[in-house]
């Protein structure tokens, strides 16, 4: 009988707090107790690694970081060392604990740098960590260490990665002082993976993967960078979307011409960024490059149904993001399972009524399995050639310019593909259950989230199962002047931590 109504809520999509078994059910109430306890600690923590300048442009704040966390894996019990790509990569902290007993390995991956910083955008110093209490524009500074706890779930830290990835560091630590608080010992064996150069696409990532390929094998990888669903809802996401990304340069006139004089015949090479931007992406976002869609591997029923089974969000997003309308009527997770041709950027001219010389575009393709870089480039240009574009990859001469009606430099970024797991392999299925287990009801399950990490690497590299662990807030700035980790987000992130460290098993 105990099957049968397992089997039930699991095909639900529910735990109830109330069906929990008593080991789960004491243990998550020993971490919320500890938390609880140990609040000003917990933000102390946070507040004393998001103030160290962990960015790519501080090679000392990167290894000042890295140091700081192998003392603090070490101070856990931790075997802990710093891997190496070579001269002038950040150091993977590598760190591993072995469980008597244990029949499974884990791997817990984070970054621990953050994106560059521009201090006269932000409110307070990036690297000078402030409590606010919320995320309104005159919410009030807090000092968390006079201030009594418990605290307003609501206040938020702000500083660079204090969110992004910061807070899911701090998570794991806490959850394991949790842990060893309530006398839990993991039911994993715990290998830690914290790099220091994700934010510049993961250059030395693959490299220093093949160079540890033994001393990282696990059974599964849990990843805990990006954020939750938009309802708050906690997550699970089991792939990303690729990237590959292109600035390409329209070419007008020699010189900026006069508008009065030469508009209506010397060609705009802003309108013809428009005209060509509307050539390659229709008003839904849709990609209009024939055979685009060509290799796109299409959702599963287990995908489409976690799709289904997610929590409304877009009316409160509409208000929030104060949008009339959005460009499918798909939904938002659905829309992030396509592909994607985003325009992030058109730089021309001065405002000073003249024709500019130039126009630069900069674009994004967000990609999905079974995309490659490669292959989406040559069709990207394949399609330029079609529309009677003449593409190059440098500087034009004056006889290119002169010869050429439309002329486009086309200057590619780097790129990798997506990677979306199998949802219903056993180890994606113990993620599942201890993340319910620890919220005491359904998570938000995402076949594959919006945003591109090179986690495809782990799979391709290692073997093994992948599942992202996120816990930041939807709306904490991620990557902008004045990130910030909500309270809640960190609370609700050492109680998921803590389930699996302590309470995974398959």
């Given at each position: 009988m105990r099957r049968v109504c397992a089997a039930i809520a699991a095909a639900l999509g529910v735990v109830a707090t109330a069906a929990l078994p008593a080991n789960a059910a004491d243990l998550h109430g020993a971490v919320n107790g500890w938390r609880a306890a140990h609040e000003r600690e917990v933000v102390d923590l946070l507040a004393d690694l998001t103030a160290l300048r962990s960015v790519a442009v501080d090679p000392a704040g990167l290894q000042a970081t890295a140091d700081r966390l192998q003392a603090e894996l070490a101070r856990r019990d931790f075997k802990a060392r710093q891997l190496s790509a070579g001269p002038g990569a950040p150091p993977v902290v590598y760190a591993e604990r072995v469980t008597p007993g244990a029949r499974r390995t884990v791997v817990f991956y984070a970054h621990y740098d953050g994106q560059p910083v521009n201090p006269a955008q932000w409110r307070s110093d990036p690297f000078t960590p402030t409590l606010r209490a919320g995320l309104a524009p005159d919410a009030v500074v807090v000092d968390w260490r006079a201030a009594k706890p418990p605290y307003d779930p609501e206040w938020r830290l702000f500083g660079r990665a204090a969110s992004d990835d910061k807070s899911s560091i701090v998570a794991f630590l806490a959850a394991l002082d949790a842990l060893k608080a309530a006398h839990r010992a993991p039911s994993v064996n715990i290998k830690v993976f914290w790099e220091g150069e994700e934010e510049r696409n993961s250059p030395h990532l693959e490299q220093v993967l093949n160079e540890n390929r033994a001393l990282l094998a696990a059974d599964l990888w849990l990843i805990g960078d990006?954020?939750?669903?938009?309802?708050?809802?906690?997550?699970?996401?089991?792939?990303?979307?690729?990237?590959?990304?292109?600035?390409?340069?329209?070419?007008?006139?020699?010189r900026p011409l006069h508008s009065g004089h030469y508009g209506n015949w010397a060609p705009n090479p802003i309108a013809m960024a428009a005209q060509l931007i509307a050539d390659l992406r229709d008003p839904q976002g849709n990609i209009r490059i024939p055979g685009f869609d060509a290799d796109v591997r299409r959702l599963n029923d287990a995908e489409r149904k976690a799709i289904a089974d997610l929590p409304p969000i877009e009316d409160q997003l509409r208000r929030e993001l104060l949008l009339a309308r959005a460009e499918t009527d798909e939904g938002?997770?659905?829309?992030?399972m396509r592909p994607a041709l985003n325009i992030d950027a058109i730089r021309a001219g001065d405002g000073g009524r003249a024709i500019p010389a130039e126009a630069v575009i900069s674009m994004d393709f967000r990609l999905v399995p079974d995309e490659t870089p490669e292959r989406v480039q040559a069709l990207f240009e394949e399609r330029l050639r079609e529309l009677g574009w003449t593409v190059v990859h440098a500087d034009p001469d004056a006889a290119t310019r002169a010869a050429s009606p439309k002329l486009i430099k086309l200057v590619w970024g780097g790129g990798y593909p997506a990677l979306r797991s199998d949802m219903t392999t056993p180890q994606a299925r113990a993620v599942v259950e201890s993340a319910q287990r620890a919220a005491g009801g359904p998570v938000a399950l995402l076949p594959m989230m919006g945003g591109s990490v090179p986690i495809y690497l782990f799979a391709k590299v290692m073997g093994a199962p992948v599942v992202g662990l996120p816990i930041a807030s939807h709306d904490n700035n991620q990557h902008a002047a004045n990130e910030n980790a909500r309270l809640q987000n960190l609370w609700d992130g050492i109680d998921t931590y803590a389930g699996m460290i302590g309470d995974l098993r398959w």
């Open positions: 990006a954020p939750l669903h938009q309802s708050r809802r906690r997550t699970l996401y089991f792939g990303a979307r690729g990237d590959t990304d292109v600035e390409a340069t329209v070419y007008g006139p020699a938002l997770t659905a829309s992030t």
